[in-house]
């Protein structure tokens, strides 16, 4: 890949719909390992080249729900009360940022921002 490709989810979305169409495949069965674009390249519009979709987690055994994050939710949802507590820790502006996307991050999310 050239230095300054997209490599965002759509870009490389239709890099693989281009693919299908490039090889000439029909019927194809595409088996996703937590991609997520898979979903683009058969959306409207997409390709219709696809015949199956298989979506498969990449999270297993004691790592689900990831990290820190996923550790502190199945620990607090195992005391009674735990679960309010937690949500009522997270009330504070930023707080809920900080805890459950900060561990999962590299670089720090920055202030004010918000899910949509």
Not at 22 to 47: F, Y
Request: glycine share 10%.
């Amino acid at each position: 890949m050239p230095d300054g490709a997209d490599l965002s989810l759509p870009a490389i979305a239709t890099l693989l719909a281009e693919f299908l169409t490039e090889l000439d495949l029909h019927k194809v069965t595409l088996v996703c390992n937590d991609w997520g674009g898979a979903q683009l390249v058969i959306s409207p519009g997409g390709s219709d080249r696809v015949a199956n979709l298989v979506l498969v987690s990449c999270e297993a055994f004691d790592n689900y729900p990831p990290g820190a994050p996923g550790r502190l939710l199945c620990t607090t949802a195992a005391l009674p009360g735990g679960t309010s507590l937690v949500a009522q820790l997270l009330r504070p502006p930023g707080s809920a940022i900080s805890v459950t996307f900060g561990a999962l991050s590299k670089q720090r999310v920055p202030e004010g921002w918000s899910s949509p």
